[in-house]
Protein backbone atom coordinates (compact mmCIF):
# COMPACT_ATOMS: atom_id res chain seq x y z
CA UNK A 1 0.00 0.00 0.00
CA UNK A 2 1.61 3.53 0.68
CA UNK A 3 4.94 4.03 1.24
CA UNK A 4 6.68 6.06 3.93
CA UNK A 5 9.86 7.66 4.74
CA UNK A 6 11.34 9.69 7.99
CA UNK A 7 14.36 10.76 8.34
CA UNK A 8 16.25 12.48 11.40
CA UNK A 9 19.61 12.83 11.01
CA UNK A 10 22.53 15.09 9.31
CA UNK A 11 22.00 14.39 5.70
CA UNK A 12 19.88 16.12 3.26
CA UNK A 13 16.49 14.89 4.15
CA UNK A 14 15.18 15.53 0.60
CA UNK A 15 17.54 12.86 -1.15
CA UNK A 16 17.45 10.39 1.67
CA UNK A 17 13.51 10.60 1.32
CA UNK A 18 13.02 11.24 -1.97
CA UNK A 19 15.83 8.27 -2.62
CA UNK A 20 13.49 6.15 0.11
CA UNK A 21 10.37 6.93 -1.76
CA UNK A 22 11.73 5.44 -5.57
CA UNK A 23 12.48 2.31 -3.76
CA UNK A 24 8.82 2.16 -2.52
CA UNK A 25 7.12 3.50 -5.27
CA UNK A 26 5.85 0.01 -6.27
CA UNK A 27 3.80 -0.10 -3.02
CA UNK A 28 1.54 3.08 -4.28
CA UNK A 29 1.73 5.76 -7.15
CA UNK A 30 -1.31 7.77 -7.17
CA UNK A 31 0.60 10.73 -5.40
CA UNK A 32 3.34 11.61 -2.82
CA UNK A 33 4.80 14.41 -1.12
CA UNK A 34 7.62 15.70 1.38
CA UNK A 35 7.45 17.82 4.64
CA UNK A 36 10.69 19.43 5.96
CA UNK A 37 11.10 21.16 8.91
CA UNK A 38 13.38 24.10 7.65
CA UNK A 39 14.31 26.69 9.83
CA UNK A 40 11.21 26.80 12.67
CA UNK A 41 8.59 26.34 9.71
CA UNK A 42 7.32 23.08 7.76
CA UNK A 43 7.82 23.56 4.31
CA UNK A 44 5.62 20.90 2.41
CA UNK A 45 5.53 20.04 -1.44
CA UNK A 46 2.85 17.39 -2.63
CA UNK A 47 2.40 16.40 -5.94
CA UNK A 48 -0.91 13.93 -7.86
CA UNK A 49 0.43 11.31 -10.25
CA UNK A 50 3.15 9.34 -10.23
CA UNK A 51 6.91 10.39 -7.82
CA UNK A 52 8.46 12.21 -11.08
CA UNK A 53 5.71 14.74 -10.78
CA UNK A 54 6.99 15.40 -6.91
CA UNK A 55 11.04 15.40 -8.28
CA UNK A 56 10.12 17.52 -10.91
CA UNK A 57 8.61 20.15 -8.13
CA UNK A 58 11.55 19.78 -5.86
CA UNK A 59 14.14 20.65 -8.82
CA UNK A 60 14.57 24.02 -7.70
CA UNK A 61 13.58 23.42 -4.08
CA UNK A 62 16.37 22.95 -1.15
CA UNK A 63 16.09 22.51 2.52
CA UNK A 64 18.12 23.24 5.09
CA UNK A 65 16.73 21.25 7.89
CA UNK A 66 17.40 17.64 8.86
CA UNK A 67 14.11 16.13 9.89
CA UNK A 68 11.22 15.15 7.42
CA UNK A 69 9.11 12.57 6.34
CA UNK A 70 7.46 11.50 2.85
CA UNK A 71 4.81 9.06 1.57
CA UNK A 72 3.90 7.72 -1.56
CA UNK A 73 -0.05 7.02 -1.91
CA UNK A 74 -2.48 4.14 -2.72
CA UNK A 75 -5.80 5.95 -2.15
CA UNK A 76 -7.82 4.45 0.33
CA UNK A 77 -10.47 7.74 1.03
CA UNK A 78 -10.12 10.51 -1.14
CA UNK A 79 -9.19 10.71 -4.80
CA UNK A 80 -5.70 10.70 -6.32
CA UNK A 81 -5.20 14.54 -6.02
CA UNK A 82 -2.86 16.75 -4.54
CA UNK A 83 -5.22 18.06 -1.78
CA UNK A 84 -5.61 14.44 -0.62
CA UNK A 85 -1.42 13.71 -0.93
CA UNK A 86 0.76 13.20 1.92
CA UNK A 87 2.50 14.51 4.29
CA UNK A 88 -1.17 16.16 5.79
CA UNK A 89 -0.02 18.96 7.96
CA UNK A 90 -2.61 20.63 10.35
CA UNK A 91 -1.30 23.50 12.18
CA UNK A 92 2.32 22.82 13.80
CA UNK A 93 1.86 19.18 13.07
CA UNK A 94 2.72 17.21 9.88
CA UNK A 95 2.15 13.49 9.40
CA UNK A 96 2.39 10.61 6.57
CA UNK A 97 -0.04 7.96 7.26
CA UNK A 98 -0.51 4.26 5.79
CA UNK A 99 -3.71 2.41 6.49
CA UNK A 100 -7.43 3.05 7.66
CA UNK A 101 -8.99 5.00 10.27
CA UNK A 102 -12.25 3.21 10.91
CA UNK A 103 -13.60 5.18 13.05
CA UNK A 104 -12.81 8.43 11.28
CA UNK A 105 -16.59 9.14 10.74
CA UNK A 106 -16.79 9.74 14.14
CA UNK A 107 -13.77 11.79 14.21
CA UNK A 108 -14.49 13.82 11.78
CA UNK A 109 -18.10 14.61 13.54
CA UNK A 110 -16.22 15.72 16.74
CA UNK A 111 -13.69 17.88 14.81
CA UNK A 112 -16.27 20.00 12.79
CA UNK A 113 -18.06 20.34 16.05
CA UNK A 114 -15.03 21.96 17.55
CA UNK A 115 -14.40 24.33 14.75
CA UNK A 116 -11.91 22.21 12.72
CA UNK A 117 -11.36 23.22 9.18
CA UNK A 118 -11.04 19.72 6.98
CA UNK A 119 -9.25 20.40 3.62
CA UNK A 120 -9.02 16.61 2.33
CA UNK A 121 -11.10 14.21 1.96
CA UNK A 122 -8.64 12.08 3.73
CA UNK A 123 -9.11 9.95 7.04
CA UNK A 124 -5.33 10.96 7.64
CA UNK A 125 -5.89 14.37 8.30
CA UNK A 126 -8.55 13.66 11.42
CA UNK A 127 -5.24 12.24 13.30
CA UNK A 128 -3.24 15.87 12.21
CA UNK A 129 -5.63 17.60 13.84
CA UNK A 130 -6.56 15.08 17.03
CA UNK A 131 -2.44 15.38 17.62
CA UNK A 132 -2.41 19.41 17.05
CA UNK A 133 -5.23 19.44 19.37
CA UNK A 134 -3.28 18.02 22.00
CA UNK A 135 -0.01 19.86 21.54
CA UNK A 136 -1.89 22.71 21.92
CA UNK A 137 -2.23 22.05 25.41
CA UNK A 138 0.51 19.24 26.20
CA UNK A 139 3.34 21.35 24.24
CA UNK A 140 4.70 17.22 24.10
CA UNK A 141 5.05 15.47 21.23
CA UNK A 142 5.44 12.21 22.58
CA UNK A 143 1.97 12.97 25.04
CA UNK A 144 0.03 14.39 22.17
CA UNK A 145 0.81 10.89 20.44
CA UNK A 146 0.04 9.07 23.29
CA UNK A 147 -3.35 10.48 23.75
CA UNK A 148 -4.58 10.58 19.83
CA UNK A 149 -3.07 7.04 19.90
CA UNK A 150 -5.89 6.41 21.99
CA UNK A 151 -8.57 7.49 19.74
CA UNK A 152 -7.81 5.34 16.45
CA UNK A 153 -9.58 2.55 15.63
CA UNK A 154 -8.21 1.00 12.29
CA UNK A 155 -5.36 -0.44 10.70
CA UNK A 156 -2.51 2.24 10.35
CA UNK A 157 0.97 3.48 10.45
CA UNK A 158 1.60 6.86 11.28
CA UNK A 159 5.05 9.24 11.44
CA UNK A 160 4.92 12.83 13.16
CA UNK A 161 6.66 16.02 13.09
CA UNK A 162 6.38 18.73 15.03
CA UNK A 163 7.72 22.30 13.31
CA UNK A 164 8.37 23.58 17.12
CA UNK A 165 10.96 20.62 17.58
CA UNK A 166 13.45 20.05 14.75
CA UNK A 167 15.57 17.30 16.71
CA UNK A 168 12.25 14.99 17.16
CA UNK A 169 10.28 12.00 15.13
CA UNK A 170 7.73 9.66 16.02
CA UNK A 171 6.39 6.96 15.01
CA UNK A 172 3.33 4.60 15.71
CA UNK A 173 1.61 1.55 14.73
CA UNK A 174 -1.03 -0.67 14.47
CA UNK A 175 -1.36 -2.83 11.53
CA UNK A 176 0.62 -1.90 8.56
CA UNK A 177 4.33 -2.55 9.01
CA UNK A 178 6.62 0.03 10.28
CA UNK A 179 10.41 -0.09 10.41
CA UNK A 180 13.17 2.11 12.56
CA UNK A 181 16.21 1.87 10.62
CA UNK A 182 19.32 3.02 12.65
CA UNK A 183 22.23 4.75 11.86
CA UNK A 184 25.22 6.53 12.85
CA UNK A 185 23.71 9.87 14.05
CA UNK A 186 20.78 8.88 12.04
CA UNK A 187 17.77 7.80 12.05
CA UNK A 188 15.16 6.31 9.13
CA UNK A 189 11.84 5.07 9.99
CA UNK A 190 10.07 3.56 6.71
CA UNK A 191 7.10 1.00 5.45
CA UNK A 192 9.72 -1.30 3.98
CA UNK A 193 13.37 -1.95 4.84
CA UNK A 194 14.43 -1.48 1.06
CA UNK A 195 14.01 2.58 2.19
CA UNK A 196 16.49 2.47 4.03
CA UNK A 197 19.12 -0.42 3.47
CA UNK A 198 21.42 1.90 1.07
CA UNK A 199 22.14 4.15 4.57
CA UNK A 200 22.08 0.99 7.13
CA UNK A 201 21.48 -3.02 7.91
CA UNK A 202 20.38 -2.66 11.52
CA UNK A 203 16.21 -2.13 11.74
CA UNK A 204 14.10 -2.66 14.44
CA UNK A 205 10.40 -4.05 14.16
CA UNK A 206 7.50 -1.68 15.69
CA UNK A 207 4.95 -4.39 16.76
CA UNK A 208 1.87 -3.14 17.09
CA UNK A 209 0.57 -0.02 19.59
CA UNK A 210 3.75 0.43 20.13
CA UNK A 211 5.21 3.73 19.60
CA UNK A 212 9.06 5.09 18.86
CA UNK A 213 10.35 8.60 19.69
CA UNK A 214 13.41 9.71 18.21
CA UNK A 215 15.34 13.02 19.76
CA UNK A 216 18.32 13.99 20.31
CA UNK A 217 20.15 11.24 19.08
CA UNK A 218 18.00 9.00 21.88
CA UNK A 219 15.17 6.34 20.59
CA UNK A 220 13.09 5.07 23.03
CA UNK A 221 10.52 2.75 22.48
CA UNK A 222 6.87 2.51 24.27
CA UNK A 223 3.64 0.30 24.65
CA UNK A 224 0.55 2.23 23.63
CA UNK A 225 0.10 3.14 27.71
CA UNK A 226 3.39 4.27 27.44
CA UNK A 227 6.04 1.85 29.16
CA UNK A 228 9.04 1.77 28.11
CA UNK A 229 10.13 -1.21 26.19
CA UNK A 230 13.46 -3.17 24.99
CA UNK A 231 13.52 -3.45 21.32
CA UNK A 232 15.83 -5.86 19.70
CA UNK A 233 17.99 -4.42 16.70
CA UNK A 234 18.01 -7.06 13.79
CA UNK A 235 20.84 -6.79 11.24
CA UNK A 236 18.91 -7.50 7.51
CA UNK A 237 21.34 -8.96 4.66
CA UNK A 238 19.57 -7.82 1.76
CA UNK A 239 21.92 -5.74 -0.66
CA UNK A 240 20.94 -2.25 -2.81
CA UNK A 241 21.70 -3.89 -5.63
CA UNK A 242 18.96 -6.54 -5.20
CA UNK A 243 16.48 -3.77 -5.34
CA UNK A 244 18.12 -1.91 -8.46
CA UNK A 245 17.34 -3.21 -12.11
CA UNK A 246 20.39 -4.33 -13.16
CA UNK A 247 19.81 -3.36 -17.35
CA UNK A 248 16.51 -5.17 -17.14
CA UNK A 249 13.87 -2.22 -18.71
CA UNK A 250 11.62 -3.35 -15.79
CA UNK A 251 11.61 -4.78 -12.33
CA UNK A 252 9.05 -7.45 -13.58
CA UNK A 253 11.66 -8.94 -15.99
CA UNK A 254 14.42 -8.94 -13.74
CA UNK A 255 12.60 -10.89 -11.53
CA UNK A 256 11.33 -13.01 -14.03
CA UNK A 257 15.10 -13.91 -14.96
CA UNK A 258 16.22 -14.49 -11.74
CA UNK A 259 14.14 -17.38 -10.62
CA UNK A 260 17.17 -19.63 -11.84
CA UNK A 261 18.42 -18.82 -9.25
CA UNK A 262 15.62 -18.09 -6.49
CA UNK A 263 14.44 -21.35 -7.12
CA UNK A 264 17.99 -22.80 -6.15
CA UNK A 265 18.11 -20.22 -3.46
CA UNK A 266 14.79 -21.50 -2.15
CA UNK A 267 15.45 -25.54 -2.38
CA UNK A 268 19.35 -26.06 -1.65
CA UNK A 269 19.35 -25.73 2.01
CA UNK A 270 16.38 -28.73 1.97
CA UNK A 271 18.05 -30.86 -0.20
CA UNK A 272 21.23 -33.29 -0.26
CA UNK A 273 22.80 -32.47 -3.56
CA UNK A 274 25.33 -35.75 -3.18
CA UNK A 275 22.27 -38.28 -2.04
CA UNK A 276 19.43 -36.23 -3.62
CA UNK A 277 17.63 -37.05 -0.30
CA UNK A 278 14.84 -34.50 1.10
CA UNK A 279 16.45 -32.92 4.41
CA UNK A 280 14.50 -30.36 5.24
CA UNK A 281 15.93 -27.66 7.29
CA UNK A 282 14.11 -26.92 10.93
CA UNK A 283 11.26 -24.97 10.59
CA UNK A 284 11.59 -23.65 14.56
CA UNK A 285 8.60 -25.41 16.03
CA UNK A 286 9.26 -26.44 19.42
CA UNK A 287 8.76 -30.39 18.07
CA UNK A 288 10.90 -31.51 15.26
CA UNK A 289 9.68 -31.55 11.35
CA UNK A 290 9.73 -35.25 11.68
CA UNK A 291 7.35 -35.33 14.80
CA UNK A 292 4.98 -33.20 13.53
CA UNK A 293 4.14 -34.26 9.73
CA UNK A 294 3.69 -37.70 11.70
CA UNK A 295 1.00 -36.36 14.33
CA UNK A 296 -0.84 -33.74 11.95
CA UNK A 297 -4.50 -34.86 10.55
CA UNK A 298 -4.74 -32.13 7.67
CA UNK A 299 -3.20 -29.02 6.31
CA UNK A 300 -4.96 -26.19 5.57
CA UNK A 301 -3.31 -23.06 3.69
CA UNK A 302 -4.74 -19.65 3.40
CA UNK A 303 -3.31 -16.79 0.96
CA UNK A 304 -4.26 -13.72 -1.35
CA UNK A 305 -3.65 -13.83 -5.01
CA UNK A 306 -0.47 -15.58 -6.75
CA UNK A 307 0.41 -16.75 -3.34
CA UNK A 308 -2.89 -18.38 -3.24
CA UNK A 309 -2.42 -20.21 -6.49
CA UNK A 310 0.85 -21.08 -5.26
CA UNK A 311 -1.47 -22.59 -2.24
CA UNK A 312 -3.37 -24.68 -4.74
CA UNK A 313 -0.51 -26.21 -6.08
CA UNK A 314 0.70 -27.26 -2.84
CA UNK A 315 -2.70 -29.22 -2.35
CA UNK A 316 -2.18 -30.94 -5.39
CA UNK A 317 1.44 -31.71 -4.20
CA UNK A 318 0.54 -32.58 -0.98
CA UNK A 319 -2.29 -34.92 -1.25
CA UNK A 320 -0.72 -36.52 -4.63
CA UNK A 321 2.70 -37.34 -3.18
CA UNK A 322 2.11 -37.11 0.85
CA UNK A 323 -1.52 -38.90 0.76
CA UNK A 324 -2.41 -35.77 3.47
CA UNK A 325 -5.80 -34.15 3.10
CA UNK A 326 -5.62 -30.45 2.40
CA UNK A 327 -7.81 -27.52 2.37
CA UNK A 328 -7.08 -24.35 1.24
CA UNK A 329 -8.73 -21.22 1.17
CA UNK A 330 -8.77 -16.95 -0.02
CA UNK A 331 -7.62 -15.67 3.49
CA UNK A 332 -10.50 -12.91 3.26
CA UNK A 333 -13.14 -15.49 3.48
CA UNK A 334 -11.42 -17.63 5.73
CA UNK A 335 -10.71 -14.87 8.24
CA UNK A 336 -14.78 -14.18 7.82
CA UNK A 337 -16.38 -17.51 7.45
CA UNK A 338 -16.06 -19.16 11.01
CA UNK A 339 -13.59 -21.50 9.77
CA UNK A 340 -13.33 -24.68 11.18
CA UNK A 341 -9.92 -25.59 12.58
CA UNK A 342 -9.93 -29.18 13.58
CA UNK A 343 -7.46 -30.57 16.26
CA UNK A 344 -3.98 -31.34 14.85
CA UNK A 345 -4.35 -28.91 11.91
CA UNK A 346 -1.29 -27.37 10.47
CA UNK A 347 -2.16 -24.15 9.11
CA UNK A 348 0.07 -22.91 6.77
CA UNK A 349 0.38 -19.15 5.31
CA UNK A 350 1.78 -18.25 2.14
CA UNK A 351 2.70 -14.09 1.50
CA UNK A 352 5.77 -12.82 -0.32
CA UNK A 353 5.66 -9.51 1.55
CA UNK A 354 4.30 -11.27 4.76
CA UNK A 355 2.25 -8.34 5.67
CA UNK A 356 -0.63 -8.95 3.71
CA UNK A 357 -3.87 -7.89 6.08
CA UNK A 358 -5.82 -10.44 4.73
CA UNK A 359 -3.33 -13.24 5.48
CA UNK A 360 -2.63 -12.26 8.94
CA UNK A 361 -5.65 -11.91 10.12
CA UNK A 362 -6.11 -15.43 9.06
CA UNK A 363 -3.27 -16.72 10.57
CA UNK A 364 -3.77 -14.83 13.77
CA UNK A 365 -7.74 -16.42 14.10
CA UNK A 366 -5.94 -19.79 13.42
CA UNK A 367 -3.77 -19.75 16.31
CA UNK A 368 -6.97 -18.52 18.18
CA UNK A 369 -8.14 -21.94 17.17
CA UNK A 370 -5.40 -23.41 18.61
CA UNK A 371 -3.96 -24.13 14.86
CA UNK A 372 -0.05 -25.15 14.57
CA UNK A 373 1.29 -22.29 12.38
CA UNK A 374 3.82 -22.46 9.29
CA UNK A 375 4.72 -18.93 7.75
CA UNK A 376 6.03 -18.98 3.67
CA UNK A 377 7.69 -15.57 3.27
CA UNK A 378 9.98 -14.22 1.28
CA UNK A 379 9.96 -11.13 3.74
CA UNK A 380 12.03 -12.02 6.89
CA UNK A 381 11.07 -10.95 10.20
CA UNK A 382 7.81 -9.56 8.44
CA UNK A 383 4.10 -9.28 10.38
CA UNK A 384 3.05 -13.07 9.42
CA UNK A 385 6.66 -14.15 9.80
CA UNK A 386 6.80 -12.92 13.14
CA UNK A 387 2.93 -14.42 14.26
CA UNK A 388 3.75 -17.87 13.05
CA UNK A 389 4.95 -20.61 14.57
CA UNK A 390 7.43 -21.97 12.21
CA UNK A 391 8.70 -20.66 9.43
CA UNK A 392 9.82 -21.22 5.76
CA UNK A 393 11.39 -18.68 3.24
CA UNK A 394 11.49 -18.30 -0.15
CA UNK A 395 14.63 -16.72 0.01
CA UNK A 396 13.81 -14.89 -3.48
CA UNK A 397 15.59 -11.56 -2.78
CA UNK A 398 13.79 -7.94 -3.18
CA UNK A 399 10.89 -8.80 -5.34
CA UNK A 400 9.63 -5.02 -6.29
CA UNK A 401 6.97 -5.73 -9.78
CA UNK A 402 4.02 -5.62 -8.64
CA UNK A 403 2.90 -8.65 -10.38
CA UNK A 404 4.86 -11.60 -8.26
CA UNK A 405 7.17 -13.84 -10.14
CA UNK A 406 10.02 -15.11 -8.65
CA UNK A 407 8.07 -15.67 -5.38
CA UNK A 408 5.60 -17.50 -6.76
CA UNK A 409 8.44 -20.48 -8.73
CA UNK A 410 10.06 -20.25 -4.84
CA UNK A 411 7.25 -21.65 -2.89
CA UNK A 412 6.03 -23.55 -5.56
CA UNK A 413 9.68 -25.01 -5.31
CA UNK A 414 9.52 -24.27 -1.55
CA UNK A 415 5.87 -26.98 -1.71
CA UNK A 416 7.39 -29.27 -3.72
CA UNK A 417 10.24 -29.77 -0.88
CA UNK A 418 7.53 -29.49 1.65
CA UNK A 419 5.30 -32.57 0.01
CA UNK A 420 8.63 -34.79 -0.27
CA UNK A 421 9.19 -34.25 3.45
CA UNK A 422 5.96 -34.95 4.57
CA UNK A 423 5.48 -38.11 1.84
CA UNK A 424 9.15 -39.28 3.30
CA UNK A 425 8.26 -38.97 7.30
CA UNK A 426 4.72 -40.39 6.40
CA UNK A 427 6.12 -43.54 4.96
CA UNK A 428 4.31 -42.90 1.60
CA UNK A 429 7.54 -42.58 -0.29
CA UNK A 430 10.22 -45.03 -1.53
CA UNK A 431 13.86 -44.22 -1.52
CA UNK A 432 13.66 -45.04 -5.39
CA UNK A 433 10.94 -41.99 -5.94
CA UNK A 434 12.51 -39.72 -3.18
CA UNK A 435 15.67 -39.74 -5.45
CA UNK A 436 14.14 -39.41 -8.49
CA UNK A 437 11.83 -36.36 -7.89
CA UNK A 438 14.99 -34.70 -5.52
CA UNK A 439 17.12 -35.22 -8.61
CA UNK A 440 14.34 -33.73 -11.00
CA UNK A 441 14.24 -31.00 -8.57
CA UNK A 442 17.33 -29.71 -8.13
CA UNK A 443 17.50 -29.61 -12.43
CA UNK A 444 14.52 -27.30 -12.33
CA UNK A 445 17.17 -24.25 -12.06
CA UNK A 446 19.22 -25.28 -15.61
CA UNK A 447 15.70 -25.91 -17.10
CA UNK A 448 14.57 -22.73 -16.22
CA UNK A 449 17.26 -21.29 -18.13
CA UNK A 450 16.36 -22.91 -21.19
CA UNK A 451 13.04 -21.77 -21.37
CA UNK A 452 14.50 -18.44 -20.49
CA UNK A 453 16.26 -18.61 -23.32
CA UNK A 454 13.10 -18.99 -25.77
CA UNK A 455 11.79 -15.81 -24.85
CA UNK A 456 11.68 -14.39 -28.33
CA UNK A 457 9.23 -17.11 -28.68
CA UNK A 458 7.08 -15.62 -26.06
CA UNK A 459 7.46 -12.18 -27.14
CA UNK A 460 6.04 -13.40 -30.53
CA UNK A 461 3.43 -15.39 -29.11
CA UNK A 462 2.59 -11.97 -27.38
CA UNK A 463 1.94 -9.96 -30.39
CA UNK A 464 -0.40 -12.57 -31.39
CA UNK A 465 -2.39 -12.36 -28.54
CA UNK A 466 -3.18 -8.83 -28.85
CA UNK A 467 -5.78 -9.69 -31.46
CA UNK A 468 -8.20 -11.77 -29.34
CA UNK A 469 -11.26 -10.03 -27.12
CA UNK A 470 -10.95 -12.47 -24.58
CA UNK A 471 -8.65 -15.55 -23.12
CA UNK A 472 -9.72 -18.95 -21.74
CA UNK A 473 -6.57 -19.90 -19.76
CA UNK A 474 -6.69 -23.87 -19.46
CA UNK A 475 -5.25 -26.62 -17.33
CA UNK A 476 -6.03 -29.96 -15.46
CA UNK A 477 -4.26 -31.30 -12.31
CA UNK A 478 -1.15 -29.12 -11.10
CA UNK A 479 -1.34 -27.07 -14.28
CA UNK A 480 -5.39 -25.61 -13.28
CA UNK A 481 -3.84 -23.33 -10.63
CA UNK A 482 -1.36 -22.14 -13.14
CA UNK A 483 -3.67 -21.42 -15.67
CA UNK A 484 -5.16 -19.45 -13.38
CA UNK A 485 -2.40 -17.97 -12.50
CA UNK A 486 -1.73 -17.27 -16.38
CA UNK A 487 -5.03 -15.14 -16.79
CA UNK A 488 -4.50 -13.50 -13.59
CA UNK A 489 -0.68 -11.81 -15.08
CA UNK A 490 -2.85 -11.39 -18.17
CA UNK A 491 -5.44 -8.91 -16.20
CA UNK A 492 -2.92 -7.74 -13.79
CA UNK A 493 -0.70 -6.65 -16.53
CA UNK A 494 -2.56 -6.05 -19.59
CA UNK A 495 -5.78 -4.81 -18.85
CA UNK A 496 -7.22 -7.38 -20.83
CA UNK A 497 -10.34 -10.04 -19.76
CA UNK A 498 -9.47 -13.55 -18.95
CA UNK A 499 -10.28 -16.42 -16.86
CA UNK A 500 -8.61 -19.58 -15.95
CA UNK A 501 -10.66 -22.58 -15.48
CA UNK A 502 -10.04 -26.54 -15.19
CA UNK A 503 -9.82 -27.70 -18.82
CA UNK A 504 -12.78 -30.16 -17.55
CA UNK A 505 -15.14 -27.76 -16.95
CA UNK A 506 -15.16 -26.18 -19.96
CA UNK A 507 -18.41 -28.33 -21.59
CA UNK A 508 -20.08 -27.13 -18.10
CA UNK A 509 -20.28 -23.28 -19.56
CA UNK A 510 -17.45 -21.31 -21.31
CA UNK A 511 -17.74 -23.68 -24.15
CA UNK A 512 -20.71 -21.33 -25.11
CA UNK A 513 -17.91 -18.58 -24.89
CA UNK A 514 -15.72 -19.76 -27.49
CA UNK A 515 -15.66 -18.07 -31.26
CA UNK A 516 -12.73 -17.56 -33.51
CA UNK A 517 -12.14 -13.64 -31.16
CA UNK A 518 -11.20 -16.24 -27.95
CA UNK A 519 -7.69 -17.12 -27.36
CA UNK A 520 -7.76 -20.38 -25.16
CA UNK A 521 -4.19 -20.44 -23.76
CA UNK A 522 -4.01 -23.71 -22.82
CA UNK A 523 -0.80 -25.13 -19.97
CA UNK A 524 -0.81 -28.86 -21.21
CA UNK A 525 2.79 -30.58 -20.00
CA UNK A 526 2.90 -34.58 -20.50
CA UNK A 527 1.62 -36.18 -17.72
CA UNK A 528 -1.16 -38.92 -16.66
CA UNK A 529 -3.98 -36.19 -17.82
CA UNK A 530 -2.73 -35.00 -21.17
CA UNK A 531 -4.86 -36.91 -23.42
CA UNK A 532 -8.10 -35.44 -21.68
CA UNK A 533 -6.64 -32.50 -21.94
CA UNK A 534 -6.31 -32.78 -25.75
CA UNK A 535 -9.84 -34.13 -26.20
CA UNK A 536 -11.49 -31.10 -24.68
CA UNK A 537 -8.52 -29.00 -26.82
CA UNK A 538 -10.61 -30.63 -30.11
CA UNK A 539 -13.73 -29.39 -28.47
CA UNK A 540 -12.72 -25.98 -28.15
CA UNK A 541 -10.38 -25.87 -31.91
CA UNK A 542 -14.01 -27.47 -33.31
CA UNK A 543 -15.85 -23.90 -32.53
CA UNK A 544 -13.37 -21.79 -33.85
CA UNK A 545 -11.21 -20.89 -31.30
CA UNK A 546 -7.47 -20.24 -31.09
CA UNK A 547 -5.17 -21.72 -29.24
CA UNK A 548 -1.96 -21.16 -28.04
CA UNK A 549 -0.42 -24.32 -25.78
CA UNK A 550 2.49 -25.25 -23.51
CA UNK A 551 4.02 -28.85 -23.68
CA UNK A 552 6.41 -31.02 -22.92
CA UNK A 553 9.20 -30.97 -25.54
CA UNK A 554 8.04 -31.80 -29.21
CA UNK A 555 4.57 -32.55 -28.61
CA UNK A 556 3.22 -33.30 -32.07
CA UNK A 557 -0.20 -33.06 -31.38
CA UNK A 558 -0.45 -30.26 -29.65
CA UNK A 559 1.87 -28.65 -32.39
CA UNK A 560 -0.60 -29.62 -34.70
CA UNK A 561 -3.43 -27.85 -33.20
CA UNK A 562 -2.26 -24.38 -31.81
CA UNK A 563 -1.43 -21.26 -33.32
CA UNK A 564 1.54 -21.15 -30.94
CA UNK A 565 3.34 -23.56 -29.26
CA UNK A 566 5.85 -22.73 -26.74
CA UNK A 567 8.36 -25.81 -25.88
CA UNK A 568 8.81 -26.85 -21.62
CA UNK A 569 11.85 -29.22 -21.07
CA UNK A 570 10.47 -33.02 -20.04
CA UNK A 571 10.09 -33.22 -15.60
CA UNK A 572 8.29 -34.27 -12.73
CA UNK A 573 4.52 -33.89 -12.69
CA UNK A 574 5.47 -31.71 -9.16
CA UNK A 575 7.93 -29.52 -10.97
CA UNK A 576 5.44 -29.05 -13.99
CA UNK A 577 4.06 -25.99 -12.48
CA UNK A 578 7.81 -24.41 -12.07
CA UNK A 579 8.70 -24.48 -15.58
CA UNK A 580 5.42 -23.76 -17.31
CA UNK A 581 4.26 -20.54 -15.85
CA UNK A 582 7.54 -18.67 -17.37
CA UNK A 583 5.98 -18.70 -20.66
CA UNK A 584 2.62 -17.36 -19.15
CA UNK A 585 4.91 -14.49 -17.42
CA UNK A 586 6.88 -13.11 -20.41
CA UNK A 587 3.59 -13.12 -22.73
CA UNK A 588 1.67 -11.20 -20.16
CA UNK A 589 4.79 -9.21 -19.69
CA UNK A 590 5.40 -8.50 -23.62
CA UNK A 591 2.07 -8.19 -24.21
CA UNK A 592 1.58 -5.36 -21.51
CA UNK A 593 5.47 -3.36 -22.63
CA UNK A 594 3.89 -3.31 -26.23
CA UNK A 595 0.53 -1.95 -25.30
CA UNK A 596 2.65 0.98 -23.29
CA UNK A 597 1.37 0.06 -20.25
CA UNK A 598 3.73 0.43 -16.33
CA UNK A 599 4.56 -3.23 -16.00
CA UNK A 600 6.17 -2.26 -13.23
CA UNK A 601 3.37 -0.22 -11.44
CA UNK A 602 0.08 -1.74 -13.04
CA UNK A 603 -2.63 0.44 -12.35
CA UNK A 604 -4.88 0.43 -9.54
CA UNK A 605 -2.88 -2.13 -7.55
CA UNK A 606 -0.16 -2.27 -5.01
CA UNK A 607 2.40 -4.40 -4.06
CA UNK A 608 2.02 -4.96 -0.71
CA UNK A 609 -1.91 -5.64 0.66
CA UNK A 610 -1.77 -3.94 4.48
CA UNK A 611 -5.76 -2.77 4.23
CA UNK A 612 -8.21 -5.21 4.06
O1 LIG B 1 2.54 -10.50 -0.42
P1 LIG B 1 1.51 -11.57 -0.70
O2 LIG B 1 2.09 -12.77 -1.32
O3 LIG B 1 0.67 -11.88 0.51
O4 LIG B 1 0.53 -10.88 -1.76
C1 LIG B 1 -0.64 -11.53 -2.16
C2 LIG B 1 -1.23 -10.89 -3.40
O5 LIG B 1 -1.59 -9.55 -3.13
C3 LIG B 1 -0.28 -10.91 -4.59
O6 LIG B 1 0.15 -12.21 -4.88
C4 LIG B 1 -0.98 -10.32 -5.85
O7 LIG B 1 -2.02 -11.15 -6.26
C5 LIG B 1 0.04 -10.08 -6.96
N1 LIG B 1 -0.13 -8.77 -7.50
C6 LIG B 1 -0.10 -11.02 -8.08
O8 LIG B 1 0.85 -10.80 -9.08
Redesign the pocket.
Known amino acids: MCGIVGYLGFQDPKKIIIDGLKKLEYRGYDSAGIAVVDKGQTKRIRAAGKLKNLEEKLINEHFSGHLGIGHTRWATHGAPVEKNAHPHQVGEISLVHNGIIENYLDIKKDLIARGAKITSDTDSELVAHLINEEIQVTKNLLLAVQKTLGKLIGAFSIVVIWEKSPDEIIAFKDGPPLIVGVGEKEFFIVSDVQAALQYTKNFVYLEDREVVHIQNNEIKYFSALGAPLKKQIVQVDWNTEQVEKMGFKHFMLKEIYEQPRAVAAAIRPHLNTETHQVEMQTLGFVKSNAEIFKSIDRIMFV??????YAAMVGKYLIEQAGNLPVEIDV?SEFRYRKPIVPKNTLLIT???????AD?LAAIRLAKEKGALTLSI???QKSS?DREAHGHLYMNSGVEV?????K??TSTIALLNVLALQIAKDRGVLTADQEKNYVTQLLAVPSQLEVVLAYDKYFSEAAKKLQEFKGFLYLGRGVSYPIALEGA??LK?LAYMHAEGYAAGEMKHGPLALIDSNMAIVVVAPTDELIEKTISNLQEAKARGGKIISIGTGENAALQSMSEYYLSIPASSWMAHPLLSVVPLQLMSYHLADSLGYDVDQ?RN?A???TVE
Open positions: ACGTSYAISQSGETTTNVIGVASTAFLKEPLKSV
